[in-house]
């Protein structure tokens, strides 16, 4: 860390038994593809570390060759046809990344792909493009298939697929959790062209209709944020849909963190008579963005809270940042969207504003990660409860997921300025007005802070992160920086002032302490019970004759083999 005046953990998955890549030769091998390595490590360690966790991310050779020259001034020059460049066109993008420059021309040709880019950099439209352009000479239903970690990342996904396929009338499906499963599997009888999935939903989904439909005829299956599918939690998932699908498919795996079990890929065996997988690697891969101001604001753990009050009131002062002109009243907003019940008429009438303090603070669009759905709803409800209240909303798996959808739809619309996120919001959103990320605390993974940093500063934009670092923080600190290469600057703030809104914030903060005992209580029992429920169902589709290759597979003491590339 390094002082400047003027202004969720991953388990290691790594395998001992497989070398990184050559140094003198292009990343594509010969070799077959499989979840072996990658996705199957049952004593792999699942409790949060008390300290700084780095062995999943792969060392990326200094000298490994460019998989491109220069990137191409258009999308044609890679072979896009006419009518995509024109749906380009229309979302004001008309030159190509260098991902895109790099795997849309070996995905035209057929070859399998894993890419490996900063966020920010156009991935989707890496592997959408190239799909849509297969689909228009052969529309048909169940033509590809995309994974994702997250549903807010399906639906985003969806979204560009949506606007990149209008001119062939493309027909797409989200299939994630949280949402009603008679509703998706009548969507599936109608058989999409895309399925955009998180892999327990869909799992769930066949297993219920197993004689409904058939995966037998999908073309691509694609996983986006490989790195967060290939680990323990979604392995078993994986497993089962991967042995659902041809084994000629086309695969294509982008990540933004390029880990040991992505790189293992890339040395297992092809199905014979398939091309080797092509494999891109960029040089910003595991960099933070270019454009990234790199902050820290060291504080006593005791008024953090008001710290953040402060720190929001003043962003744009401080960062140089654009204020958001917010379009919702900033009490009903909050109040609204913090996941617990409505305000009691008691909490009404001590939050009401007079007509002077009425005035909303001015943010500039802004994410603030947490690491607990109990603090995400906290925040929202003290910020709530300020004489003057600050706008925001909540993203976190306690909310419905048409919840989570109205709190993103009215962040992405500048409703609100303010987002408050689990890691939930970390992987894959694409909001590019999104001028500062801050953390709460220091993430204990440093790939972790890579993925919520990246939310800000993309595709060549201007932004920063400021990460509050306490006591107890110093040797995550210096491992992020170790990670990232990169010295944070210290953020410094009158003390006098801050200390001026102790007694506001500190009234703020136990109303929305007794407002949260009631509400958030009654949501986390109810999640548990749903869960409870969804986990019986499970074991017991896991235990019926459906899943007998598996088990029969695990009996011979293997690992699950099912290809990915």
């Known amino acids: 860390m390094s002082s400047d005046s003027s202004s969720d953990t991953q388990p290691d998955m790594s395998d001992p038994t497989t070398q990184p890549p050559s140094r003198s030769m292009p990343v594509a091998t010969t070799s077959r593809v499989t979840l072996e390595h990658a996705a199957s490590n049952e004593d792999a360690p699942t409790n949060k570390p008390t300290t700084a966790t780095t062995a999943t991310t792969a060392t990326v050779p200094e000298n490994l060759p460019s998989t491109t020259t220069k990137t191409p001034t258009s999308f044609a020059q890679l072979g896009v046809e006419r009518f995509l460049c024109n749906a380009l066109q229309a979302m004001s993008i008309r030159q190509p990344t260098e991902v895109q420059a790099a795997c849309i021309p070996p995905i035209l040709a057929g070859s399998d792909c894993i890419g490996s880019a900063q966020t920010g950099s156009g991935k989707t439209i890496a592997f959408t493009l190239p799909i849509m352009q297969d689909l228009a000479k052969d529309p048909h239903g169940f033509f590809a298939l995309?994974?994702?970690?997250?549903?807010?990342?399906?639906?985003?996904?969806?979204?560009?697929?949506?606007?990149?396929?209008a001119a062939v009338n493309l027909h797409s499906a989200v299939i994630v959790g949280g949402m009603d499963m008679m509703a998706q599997a009548i969507e599936l009888r109608k058989r999409p062209h895309v399925?955009?999935?998180?892999?327990?939903?869909?799992?769930?989904?066949?297993?219920?209709?197993?004689?409904?439909?058939?995966?037998?005829?999908?073309?691509?299956?694609v996983l986006d944020e490989a790195d967060r599918l290939l680990t323990p939690t979604f392995a078993p998932d994986l497993a089962f849909l991967v042995d659902q699908l041809p084994s000629q498919r086309q695969s294509l795996l982008f990540t933004a963190t390029l880990t040991e079990p992505v790189m293992a890929l890339q040395k297992r065996q092809t199905v014979p008579g398939k091309a080797p997988p092509f494999i891109h690697v960029s040089r910003n891969a595991i960099t933070t963005p270019a454009g990234l101001v790199q902050r820290y604001l060291f504080i006593p753990s005791q008024v953090r809270e008001v710290y953040l009050v402060y720190l929001?009131?003043?962003?744009?002062?401080?960062?140089?940042?654009?204020?958001?002109?917010?379009?919702?009243?900033?009490?009903?907003?909050?109040?609204?969207?913090?996941?617990?019940?409505?305000?009691?008429?008691?909490?009404?009438?001590?939050?009401?504003?007079?007509?002077?303090e009425a005035l909303t603070?001015?943010?500039?669009?802004?994410?603030l990660f947490v690491p607990h759905c109990r603090t995400a709803a906290l925040f929202t409800s003290l910020l709530g409860h300020l004489p003057n209240p600050i706008p925001c909303t909540a993203l976190h798996s306690h909310l419905s997921q048409p919840e989570r959808l109205q709190s993103l739809s009215s962040f992405r619309r500048q409703q609100v300025p303010l987002l408050i996120a689990t890691d939930v919001g970390s992987r894959g959103l694409d909001i590019p007005e999104v001028e500062v990320v801050l953390n709460w605390e220091v993430p204990r993974v440093p790939d972790d802070y890579v993925h919520r940093v990246g939310r800000t500063a993309r595709a060549g934009r201007k932004g920063t992160s400021i990460t509050v670092v306490t006591e107890g923080d110093v040797e995550l600190v210096q491992a992020l920086e170790e990670r990232i290469n990169t010295k944070l600057h210290e953020l410094e703030l009158p003390e006098e002032a801050v200390l001026e809104l102790l007694s506001a914030v500190s009234m703020a903060k136990r109303m929305g302490n007794m407002e949260l005992a009631d509400g958030f209580g009654k949501r986390q029992e109810t999640n548990r019970k749903k869960n409870a429920i969804l986990q019986s169902n499970g074991a017991g589709a896991k235990a019926n004759a459906g899943n007998k290759s598996?088990?029969?597979?695990?009996?011979?003491?293997?690992?699950?083999?099912?290809?990915?590339?």
């Open 312 to 356: 929001l009131l003043n962003l744009c002062d401080l960062t140089g940042a654009q204020p958001v002109q917010a379009s919702m009243d900033a009490s009903t907003l909050n109040h609204k969207n913090r996941g617990g019940e409505r305000p009691s008429k008691r909490t009404k009438r001590a939050s009401s504003p007079s007509a002077e």
């Open 146 to 165: 995309v994974l994702t970690p997250t549903r807010e990342l399906a639906f985003q996904i969806s979204e560009q697929f949506r606007v990149i396929g």
């Open 550 to 565: 598996l088990v029969g597979k695990h009996k011979r003491g293997k690992t699950v083999k099912a290809a990915v590339v």
């Open 361 to 367: 603070p001015r943010l500039p669009q802004t994410i």
């Open 195 to 221: 399925i955009i999935a998180t892999p327990g939903r869909l799992v769930d989904l066949i297993r219920s209709n197993k004689d409904e439909w058939s995966l037998g005829k999908i073309k691509y299956l």
